[in-house]
């Protein structure tokens, strides 16, 4: 079983583009291998206002709990209702977690692969 993975960093978005041109040259000759899955900041400052840590407390609750409704998940996380609200549209906006057709909140991720370059 193959498990959801995506990758999490700050990146200049010209090595963005080369990565996709790189994939597309692949696929053209068939090189088709797994598919990755990248979400890139600006900068530091972007990817920390995203991912806070009470965000990253969410997420980890909903990768133990499953899916959730957006109040079960304020009860289990001990938090504001609406605070908790925010968070999860914040994250949603990210594509970080998505919605079941219940409309319950669930974390698609297994692994979240956070890379952070402090040279350029």
């Keep these: 079983m193959n498990k959801q993975h995506i990758h999490i960093g700050v990146e200049d978005a010209s090595r963005g583009y080369e990565r996709f041109i790189d994939a597309w040259n692949k696929a053209e000759t068939g090189e088709i291998g797994q598919t990755e899955i990248h979400l890139n900041f600006e900068n530091f400052a972007m990817l920390v206002s995203v991912l806070t840590p009470k965000r990253l407390e969410l997420l980890k609750t909903l990768r133990q709990n499953g899916p959730l409704s957006v109040r079960a998940l ?3 996380l001990k938090r504001d209702y609406k605070n908790v ?8 906006t990210a594509e ?3 919605r079941s057709e219940a409309g319950l909140v669930l974390a698609p991720w297994d692994v979240i692969d956070a890379h952070l370059r402090l040279v350029a």
């Design 74 to 76: 304020a009860k289990q």
């Design 85 to 92: 609200h925010a968070d999860v549209a914040s994250l949603e």
């Design 96 to 98: 970080l977690i998505q």
